[in-house]
């Protein structure tokens, strides 16, 4: 204790010296604290979005790139989904989907949103019902109905008041309103803001684009008791609907929830360890400047260290005095660096439309703040052993 409160009252005497020392720990430990709060803020609300789909949820997507002599430019349509919802009796409805982004006009109000083209059963199988109004039916569907369902923050921005029965300009055609879906707070499995979006009748979208476009296909279970076995049901309807002959690969790719899951949390851990491998070149530059004011430290009490030897202070208890001051040097750098990191990660949030709420792990804080101490004790080792190795009569007579 006697060590650490001398090894403060150096820090507090030069403070305004201790602080700009540590500056490169602090923003390094603020960057890793910052990206991870970012990050896990992303995977959290993702994560409660697809399990709030419920564990029987599956995509199709056309092409197969782990097999080489798939077939090309393969599509997925309306066909493919009734295929599916028609021959797997586990199968509780199947969907169309693509998305696209467009701009939407509103009595000169206009602003850029994510376009939603599917059929009657999307509310069932993305647990996204409607707040206010109407989803549209099967048979509006069928005939190609020029209706829509918005989002609650693309109703603020177009200026709407009660929205149902509005009209608004999408594809260069006139759509009418006649639902206002709930909030979600969140992203779909494709990463798009539920509350930004337009849904569409997936007929009429592709009669105002491209007739001949493909998509994906959005699938809901009714029986989750083997996720397993109704995927390879769905697998063999779809090749036989498709005619693939046996022995050719599969012209599709099938990512149930657990797998997009899974694949979503190894992308956030890469970006997450890929940003704390490249700041740590700052908390190298930190150590730096960390041993380089302990050196300058050394030398301006060499008179002081030569009267400890000199009253009986051993050489171990000089090199701890020094290697507790880096260490709380850097613990000062990742007290400071982990504030502003959560700081920082808050205020993007609040700052950037459509950011989640930041997420601070207890490990990455840990991890900062083990760093920055870890960092000024590594880097105080050599200054240590240089004033303990110092001549109690040399330093004595130093001036």
Same mark, same amino acid.
Request: with cysteine; glycine share 10%.
């Given at each position: ?62 092409? %197969? ?19 599916? =919802? ?40 993305? %647990? ?22 918005i989002g609650p ?34 992203? %779909? ?42 995927? =390879? ?15 050719e690969p599969d ?12 694949s979503f949390q =190894? ?133």
């Amino acid at each position: 204790m006697e060590t650490l409160r001398l090894a403060l009252s150096s820090i507090i005497e030069h403070r305004l010296r201790a602080l700009l020392t540590t500056l490169g720990v602090v923003f390094g430990v603020m960057a890793v604290i910052a990206v991870t709060a970012i990050v896990q803020g992303f995977f959290r609300l993702y994560s409660t979005q697809l399990e709030g789909l419920g564990a029987g949820f599956m995509m199709v997507f056309p092409g %197969n790139a782990s097999a080489e002599m798939a077939r090309k430019n393969t599509k997925l349509d309306a066909d493919d989904a009734e295929a599916i =919802e028609v021959g797997v009796a586990e199968v509780l409805a199947a969907t169309p989907y693509f998305f696209d982004r467009r701009p939407v006009s509103q009595r000169g109000a206009t602003t850029d949103a994510v376009i939603m083209p599917t059929i009657e059963s999307y509310p069932l199988i993305q %647990n996204h019902n409607v707040e206010t109004g109407r989803f549209f039916t099967g048979r509006e569907v069928r005939e190609r109905a020029r209706v829509v369902c918005i989002g609650p923050d693309l109703k603020e921005k177009l200026g709407l008041g009660r929205a149902i029965g509005e009209e608004v300009r999408l594809y260069g055609a006139t759509f009418t309103i006649i639902g206002v879906m709930e909030n979600k707070d969140g992203m %779909n499995p494709l990463g798009q803001n539920f509350d930004d979006a337009v849904i569409v009748p997936h007929t009429t979208a592709l009669s105002l684009t491209n007739p001949n476009r493909g998509g994906i296909l959005l699938v809901k279970l009714a029986e989750i008791d083997d996720v397993d076995l109704v995927t =390879e049901q769905v697998k063999r309807t779809l090749r036989r609907h498709r005619r693939l002959k046996s022995g050719e690969p599969d012209d599709f790719t099938i990512t149930t929830q657990a797998e997009i899951l899974k694949s979503f949390q =190894e992308v956030s851990g890469v970006a997450t360890w890929v940003v704390v491998c490249i700041v740590g070149v700052s908390l190298l530059v930190g150590g730096i400047g960390i041993m380089n004011i302990m050196l300058v430290s050394v030398t301006e009490r060499t008179r002081e260290i030569g009267v400890r030897l000199a009253m009986g202070a051993r050489k171990s208890d000089i090199q701890r005095q020094f290697l507790m001051e880096a260490g709380a040097l850097g613990g000062l750098g990742g007290v400071i660096g982990v504030a502003l990191g959560v700081g920082v990660a808050y205020a993007v949030s609040a700052l950037v439309p459509g950011f989640p709420d930041p997420y601070v792990p207890p490990w990455s804080v840990a991890l900062g703040f083990g760093f920055s101490v870890a960092v000024g004790v590594i880097f105080g080792l050599y200054p240590a052993a240089r004033a303990a190795r110092l001549d109690p009569i040399e330093a004595l007579r130093y001036e």
